[in-house]
C-alpha cells in the first residue's frame, strides 16, 4: 500500500505568551541569573561559625585539674595516661575539664601539660580546636630564654649574652695581663666586638654582642610581664630579673668606654689602666649581673612549667 502524501507545512515559531512582549521572552535567562546571584550572595553573607579564644593548661581526662602520679611531672602524668586512652582536656581557670573534639589537633601532643591559648568554637559543650599556642606572657619569657628570630643559631636573647660577655671578658683579662700597646688594643677591640659589633666589626665571638642581647632580653621581660597570662611568680621574678639585666646594660656601656680607651691610649700605662678596667667590668657583667638574670628567669621556667617547653 502507497503511503499517504503529506504536504510539509512551514515553520512557525511559538506564538509569545499571552500578554508579554515578543522581545521579553530572551530576558528569561537573564532573570534565572538574577535570582542565582542573589541566592550566592545570601548564603556568602551568612556568619560563619564564630571562633573564640580559650586559655587553660592542656590536661587528660583521667586526670583533669589533678595529675595523680606524684613522682611523675604533669606533663609526664599526662602523655601516660593519654598512652592509657585517655582523652585531652583544656583545664580552664576555674579547674573545669573541656573536652576536646579533634584529639588529632595540631600542636596537642607539643603543648601537652602547659599553659596555652586555643582558638576553637564550642559545640555541646566540648571545643572543636582551630589553633593551639603558648600563651603570650610564655611566648616573651621563650624569647628570653630559649629562642629568637635573628639570634645565632635562633636561641634566646639571654644565653647569647651570656656566652658574648664570656668572650669579652676572656679578652679584657687577656688585655689586661699583655705588656705590650699592640697587644693591648688587639685583645681590648676583641672584648669591643663582643660587647658591641657596631664599635668593632672584627673579632672573636658570634658578632651578635652582648649590648643588643641584653637590651632584646629586657625588652621581651617587660613584654611578658604585662601579657595576657603573666602571673605572680611571672610579675615578680621579672622585676628581680630585668633590676639584673639594667645593671648588665650599665656595665656594658661603661665596659665599650674602657676598650674604646684602651685601644687608643698613647701609651701602653694609660692602655694598662684601662684595660684593668674593661676586665672588672667585663667580670662583673658576665659572673655577676647576666648570672643573677639567669637565676631568676630559671625560677619562672620552673615555677610556670616551662622548662623544656617548646620552641616558638
Not at 90 to 101: E, S
Amino acid at each position: 500500500m502507497n503511503e499517504p502524501f503529506v504536504v510539509a507545512q512551514p515553520f512557525r515559531a511559538a506564538p509569545a505568551a499571552v500578554g508579554r512582549p515578543e522581545g521579553l521572552r530572551y530576558h528569561r535567562p537573564l532573570a534565572v541569573l538574577k535570582c542565582m546571584l542573589i541566592v550566592t550572595f545570601a548564603l556568602s553573607a551568612a556568619p560563619a561559625a564564630a571562633q573564640q579564644a580559650f586559655t587553660g593548661r592542656l590536661s587528660d581526662s583521667a586526670c583533669g585539674a589533678a595529675h595523680q602520679k606524684k613522682d611523675h611531672t604533669d606533663r609526664e602524668c599526662l602523655v601516660a595516661c593519654i598512652n592509657a586512652l585517655a582523652k585531652y582536656v583544656l583545664v580552664d581557670a576555674d579547674g573545669r575539664a573541656i573536652p576536646i573534639v579533634n584529639q588529632d589537633a595540631m600542636g596537642l601532643p607539643l603543648y601537652a601539660g602547659r599553659p596555652v591559648k586555643i582558638t576553637g568554637e564550642m559545640k555541646g559543650g566540648a571545643l572543636v580546636v582551630a589553633k593551639v599556642e603558648a600563651i603570650p606572657a610564655h611566648l616573651h619569657i621563650g624569647h628570653v630564654m630559649t629562642n629568637w628570630r635573628d639570634t645565632p643559631g635562633t636561641r634566646g636573647f639571654l644565653p647569647v649574652a651570656i656566652d658574648e660577655a664570656r668572650v669579652a671578658a676572656l679578652h679584657a683579662k687577656l688585655a689586661a695581663k699583655s705588656a705590650s700597646l699592640d697587644e693591648i688594643e688587639l685583645h681590648a677591640a676583641h672584648a669591643l666586638h663582643a660587647l658591641d659589633p657596631g664599635r668593632e666589626a672584627k673579632g672573636p665571638g658570634a658578632a651578635y654582642g652582648v649590648k643588643k642581647a641584653t637590651a632584646g632580653a629586657l625588652q621581651h621581660l617587660d613584654f611578658a610581664a604585662h601579657a595576657e597570662g603573666a602571673t605572680p611568680a611571672i610579675t615578680t621574678h621579672a622585676a628581680a630579673a630585668a633590676a639584673s639585666l639594667s645593671e648588665a646594660m650599665r656595665l656594658v656601656d661603661e665596659a665599650i668606654g674602657a676598650a674604646e680607651q684602651a685601644r687608643s691610649a698613647p701609651d701602653s700605662a694609660a692602655a694598662a689602666a684601662a684595660a684593668s678596667r674593661l676586665a672588672a667590668l667585663t667580670d662583673d657583667l658576665a659572673g655577676k649581673a647576666l648570672q643573677d638574670a639567669q637565676s631568676h628567669l630559671s625560677v619562672i621556667l620552673k615555677a610556670e612549667g616551662l622548662q623544656g617547653a617548646p620552641r616558638h
